[in-house]
């Protein structure tokens, strides 16, 4: 990583912790890195880092922090700050519900998509962590990985987000009569 970006998300990181009565958090420890870029066509002399707020390791879904800086000889300086995140995080509570496994079946029926216990079944973790589950009727591999998201004051609560689900256009289904 070059110099000039590590020397930005520091920037970045300072910026937000020595404002984080502003964002209304106790500190900026629980977020992490997105993506820092600089902006095309300023010939690296402005750069955006955002930032997404986790919740005991896991990312929040609405979370977000964007911060824009500008070089100007051999500083930094901010000059814009964007946030959805939720204020005091490191209080926030919640657990999940479902089991992956449960939450992709109780998505594909609200998508209107008939999926027994018996017609869907992991498949094991990919290399991001999420859960890759095989389904019938459903082409190729569904993924699910629990995502945060505040929903009242002083909670989190996990919800899986997936892969857009794949249904060939006829499924053909065996009968034993």
């Known amino acids: 990583m070059h110099w000039l970006f590590v020397t930005t998300n520091l920037t970045c990181v300072a910026y937000l912790a020595a404002h984080k009565q502003l964002f209304r958090l106790a500190s900026v420890a629980h977020l992490r890195v997105m993506t820092a870029e ?8 402005d750069y955006a880092v955002v930032f997404r707020q986790m919740f005991a390791g896991v ?9 824009s800086v500008v070089r100007i000889k051999h500083h ?11 204020p005091d995080a490191g209080r926030l509570t919640g657990k999940r519900a479902l089991t992956p496994l449960a939450a ?16 869907a079944g992991p498949l094991g973790r990919s290399p991001d962590g999420s859960l ?17 998201f505040a929903a ?19 499924v053909r289904r065996a009968s034993t009569r």
């Open 132 to 148: 890759a589950i095989s389904a019938v009727g459903f082409s190729g591999t569904e993924t699910v990985k629990p995502i945060a």
């Open 76 to 86: 930094l300086n901010v000059v814009y700050v964007s946030s959805s995140l939720t």
């Open 104 to 119: 992709w079946r109780r998505a594909a029926q609200a998508a209107g998509y008939g999926v027994s216990a018996g017609n």
């Open 59 to 67: 990312p929040s879904a609405d979370g977000v922090a964007t911060v």
């Open 152 to 170: 009242r004051p002083a909670t989190a609560r996990c919800a899986p987000t997936r892969r857009p689900l794949r249904r060939p256009p006829t």
């Open 38 to 45: 600089a902006l095309r066509g300023t010939h690296h002399r």
